[in-house]
């Protein structure tokens, strides 16, 4: 089992920056790939960025080069530094982790956090 706790969200003025955090517990050393999505209202969630546990990424077009995420495997951390934001940035964004042990493929999530882009 995987518990994730996002934080970091809140309200940023355009072209500012914010830095999200999550933070894994329990079995974190199965943890394969960590991922940052987000969902606006009226609209389905959306991949942001991922990273393996060997630091590869991927980003979303509408998000390279503002944001970047990276992670701390030995403290199951995952950042989201988020620069040059947008009023169209604004979404719940969630942690995601997969653990694959075996044979067996778990998919976790968080219970979100905010973000609002807005003068």
């Known amino acids: 089992q995987v518990q994730l706790v996002e934080s970091g969200g809140g309200l940023a003025q355009p072209g500012g920056s914010l830095r999200l955090s999550c933070a894994a517990s329990g079995s974190i050393s199965n943890i394969n790939s960590m991922g940052w999505y987000r969902q606006a209202p009226g609209k389905e969630r959306e991949l942001v960025a991922s990273?393996?546990?060997?630091?590869?990424?991927n980003y979303a077009d509408s998000v390279k080069g503002r944001f970047t995420v990276s992670r701390d495997n030995a403290k199951g951390t995952m950042y989201l530094q988020m620069n040059s934001l947008k009023p169209e940035d604004t979404a719940v964004y969630y942690c995601?982790?997969?653990?694959?042990?075996?044979?067996?493929?778990?998919?976790?999530w968080g219970q979100g956090t905010q973000v609002t882009v807005s003068p």
């Open positions: 995601h982790a997969i653990v694959i042990k075996a044979v067996f493929r778990t998919s976790y």
């Open positions: 990273i393996t546990s060997g630091g590869s990424t």
